[in-house]
């Protein structure tokens, strides 16, 4: 059992840096700038939690947009399983 845990991080490892090295090769990676992610942790720390809250109601707002009728869907159906699997683990 151990063998055949090892064996499939290891093809796991090669298909996740197979694919890093296709996306840098041709270009289709993403990278953030490390400059704009302290410049966000920082501002994040300054923040009251009436702040975050806010701008976490915001930032919803823009996924929303961002996202297709049935992605909307989808992540409304899971929410709804979420919050009715959360009442009936507090009903026993």
């Known amino acids: 059992m151990h063998k055949r845990k090892d064996k499939f991080r290891r093809v796991q490892r090669w ?12 270009g289709d990676m993403q990278i953030k ?4 992610q302290a410049l966000g942790r920082l501002r994040a720390a300054q923040m009251t ?6 701008a976490g109601k915001a930032g919803g707002a823009a996924r929303a947009a961002k996202m297709t009728k049935a992605e909307r869907k989808a992540s409304a159906k899971k929410a709804a399983a ?8 507090g009903a026993k």
């Not at 298909?15 to 041709?26: E, G, L, P, Q, V």
């Open 82 to 89: 979420a919050r009715w699997a959360k009442k009936a683990k």
């Open 33 to 36: 700038n490390p400059a704009a």
């Open 49 to 54: 939690f009436e702040e975050r809250s806010e």
């Open 15 to 26: 298909i996740s840096y197979n694919r890093f090295a296709m996306k840098s090769a041709t």
